[in-house]
């Protein structure tokens, strides 16, 4: 009985730790993929925005840049709360 506890206690450890792992690195690839989305959007908004009259410019890059971080952010915290819910083990 006394052994069963001790590999009970030590499975759940690990189990803890390979999760926390897991979902520690599944964390640096969302945000790694959020930061690529994030220039590919920047980029894609630029091109647009080159096309606007000058004058208009200053104010569609303001607007697109709070578009972005808004489409990224929330995209983030989404992808982050379904990783918080994986069990691996």
């Given at each position: 009985?006394?052994?069963?506890?001790?590999?009970?206690?030590?499975?759940?450890?690990?189990?803890?730790?390979?999760?926390?792992?897991?979902?520690?690195?599944?964390g640096k690839v969302i945000?790694?993929?959020?930061?690529?989305?994030?220039?590919?959007?920047?980029?894609?908004?630029?091109?647009?925005?080159?096309?606007?009259?000058?004058?208009?410019?200053?104010?569609?890059?303001?607007?697109?840049?709070?578009?972005?971080?808004?489409?990224?952010?929330?995209?983030?915290?989404?992808?982050?709360?379904?990783?918080?819910?994986?069990?691996?083990?």
């Amino acid at each position: 009985m006394f052994l069963d506890d001790i590999f009970k206690a030590g499975e759940r450890k690990v189990s803890g730790y390979v999760n926390h792992e897991g979902q520690r690195i599944a964390g640096k690839v969302i945000h790694g993929l959020a930061r690529k989305a994030e220039s590919k959007l920047d980029q894609e908004s630029d091109e647009l925005i080159g096309k606007l009259p000058k004058f208009a410019q200053d104010e569609a890059r303001t607007l697109a840049r709070k578009g972005v971080d808004k489409v990224v952010g929330k995209g983030e915290k989404l992808a982050m709360s379904e990783v918080s819910k994986i069990k691996l083990v």
